[in-house]
Every structure is written in C-alpha cells, then in structure tokens.
C-alpha cells in the first residue's frame, strides 16, 4: 500500500483546485493504481507565508503492482 498526498492552491489551465487534485487522482486510474481509499478534502493555509492562496488537501491510499520508482517517473 502505498500513501500519497495530494494538494493545489492555484487554478491552472485545467480549472479550480478541487479539478487539479480530481486530475491527479485520475492520472493514478489511468496508469494501474488502484485507489483503496481517499480522505476527505481538508483546506490548510500555505505555509510559511499564509497570505498566499490556502492548499486543497486530500490523502489517497492506492495499491499499485508496479515498483514505486516507476509510479513517480510518471509525474515527469
């Protein structure tokens, strides 16, 4: 089992916060994870400076056959 976090604080050219984290889970399907369990969305401020736009989190519990070295040369 593996355990990934998952945060935005900027719109981007794919739409709000919650659609770039709703992306990233998405690319998990697409490349063989297999989603066991995601958190609930929790809203934190940006750290150090907490006058910057707050962070969209969410934990995700994926299981993934593939070694994990492989998984994260695909955020690349």
């Keep these: 089992m593996i355990h990934i976090n998952i945060g935005s604080n900027l719109e981007s050219k794919y739409g709000s916060r919650f659609k770039n984290i709703n992306l990233a889970i998405n690319l998990l399907v697409e490349s063989k994870a297999k989603i066991l369990k995601i958190s609930?969305?929790?809203?934190?401020?940006?750290?150090?400076?907490?006058?910057?736009?707050?962070?969209?989190?969410?934990?995700v519990a994926i299981d993934y056959e593939n070694n994990f070295h492989k998984l994260l040369h695909l955020s690349k």
Excluded: A, D, H
């Design 40 to 59: 609930n969305f929790y809203e934190t401020p940006s750290y150090p400076n907490q006058r910057f736009p707050k962070f969209l989190n969410v934990g």
